[in-house]
């Protein structure tokens, strides 16, 4: 069974995941992957510690195989008053 590695990035913040999980698939890897990064993501970026999150995946061979990102931008329109007519 494939062992996948699961590397987070918290904007400039990296946390090498050293031991890995097998797992059957890539597709599974992915879908581990995506659940991490949302929970993850809904977690610092509603705390405004991180802009982004990325969760990257290395298979066996140390090789990264997907990227998962979650972000946010939040775009503030300032209104100017109306003029009285």
Do not use: C, Y
């Amino acid at each position: 069974m494939p062992r996948f590695s699961f590397d987070l990035r918290e904007g400039a913040k990296f946390t090498p995941d050293d031991a890995g999980i097998e797992l059957n698939s890539l597709e599974f890897a992915q879908r581990v992957a995506t659940e991490a990064a949302a929970g993850i993501g809904r977690d610092l970026l509603l705390q405004d510690h991180a802009q982004d999150v990325r969760v990257e995946v290395r298979n066996e061979h140390h090789r990264r195989v997907l990227t998962v990102t979650v972000s946010m931008e939040i775009h503030r329109i300032n209104l100017e008053p109306l003029p009285h007519a």
